[in-house]
């Protein structure tokens, strides 16, 4: 089976700084989809950015890229230029092709401190 | 169309009620999903649906939980007899089946308070 392992469950940046956030995935798929999502305080779950398993080249989305290493199973979030407003927690998740069942990892939870 | 919405926001209940929650998708969006997060948890998959037709259901899921989505629309989640591991946040997501990667789009989700 599948799992997402998240293994900060606190992180801290200071505003205007770099962070990244750590998740790694168990799978023995080699097509797949992987994905970042925020949860700001009391509000919905929104996707930050995604990334296919057959793409080499990182995703990035303007101040968050990712760095994702097929091998290693490794998938980090980095956040640049970091605002208040990233402040949530953030989770890894993953999806294997041909099936809708997404698997989440326990999330992490970001401070941003001014 | 203002996104996924879910009825009720909060539910407070005793032990061995019954109670059912409700999920309106984005309208296009053809496939529907429902999961519960606790505490310093990520969501918990629990069943998902693509149209009317509830093509996956976790094998965690005890009998007590079922899901309905009649006419691929809207979806009800109910839990019979409620027990107090039961309070969660339950989650309804939707996603569109012409997108490659599938991405959920969730609602604000609905927290169960079992007494």
């Known amino acids: 089976a599948q799992t997402v392992t998240q293994s900060q469950p606190e992180m801290s940046v200071q505003e205007a700084e770099t962070v990244t956030l750590s998740c790694t995935y168990d799978t023995s798929e080699s097509d797949y989809y992987l994905f970042w999502y925020k949860q700001p305080p009391s509000r919905q779950m929104i996707l930050v950015i995604r990334q296919e398993a057959y793409k080499q080249q990182n995703a990035t989305e303007n101040r968050f890229s990712v760095n994702f290493q097929k091998a290693a199973k490794s998938f980090s979030l980095k956040i640049s230029d970091s605002q208040l407003g990233d402040a949530a927690m953030y989770f890894c998740?993953?999806?294997?092709?041909?099936?809708?069942?997404?698997?989440f990892g326990t999330g992490t939870r970001l401070k941003v401190l001014a | 169309d203002t996104g996924v919405s879910q009825d009720p926001r909060h539910k407070i209940t005793k032990r061995g009620q019954n109670v059912t929650f409700r999920c309106d998708p984005i309208s296009e969006h053809n496939r529907l999903y429902w999961y519960r997060q606790t505490l310093g948890q990520g969501p918990e998959f629990l069943t998902y649906f693509q149209n009317e037709a509830q093509l996956e259901k976790s094998r965690l899921l005890s009998d007590r939980f079922s899901a309905e989505r009649p006419k691929g629309s809207f979806s009800t989640l109910e839990i019979q007899r409620t027990e107090q591991g039961d309070s969660a946040m339950y989650l309804c997501a939707s996603s569109f089946g012409g997108s490659f990667t599938g991405e959920l789009f969730f609602g604000e989700g609905s927290r169960l308070t079992v007494l």
């Open positions: 998740a993953y999806r294997s092709h041909g099936t809708y069942k997404y698997i």
